[in-house]
């Protein structure tokens, strides 16, 4: 519970500095702050990229697992997980993101 509140935290303040092209809605009350802006330019770039894991958004990324095996990846001490989360991360990766989302001062020359 303590780390989802920080990351809700993060979220928030990271989406209230920038104009994410990636917003997460943080709940009905805030919304995804799109519209607001705490400074009176962005005083940041902030894209957060993620891949749930539950059985659905798997499902949708082409991972059948069982609810065993998803609550089995949630444990990310285990070295047994690292290529399926590899896996999952990169199917999540060609799902999300997008060479757009980054200005050009990311070019490397």
């Not at 805030?30 to 902030?46: C, F, N, Q, W």
């Amino acid at each position: 519970m303590l780390m989802e509140d920080a990351n809700a935290q993060v979220q928030l303040l990271m989406q209230y500095l920038s104009r994410s092209l990636t917003p997460w809605t943080l709940d009905s009350e805030v919304g995804d702050l799109s519209g607001d802006l705490l400074t009176p330019e962005p005083a940041l770039s902030y894209l957060r990229y993620n891949a749930p894991l539950e059985r659905e958004p798997l499902a949708e990324l082409g991972f059948d697992l069982s609810s065993s095996r998803v609550q089995a990846l949630r444990n990310m001490t285990a070295h047994n997980n690292s290529a399926q989360l590899l896996a999952i991360g990169l199917a999540a990766a060609q799902e999300s993101v997008s060479i757009e989302h980054f200005p050009s001062c990311f070019d490397i020359s």
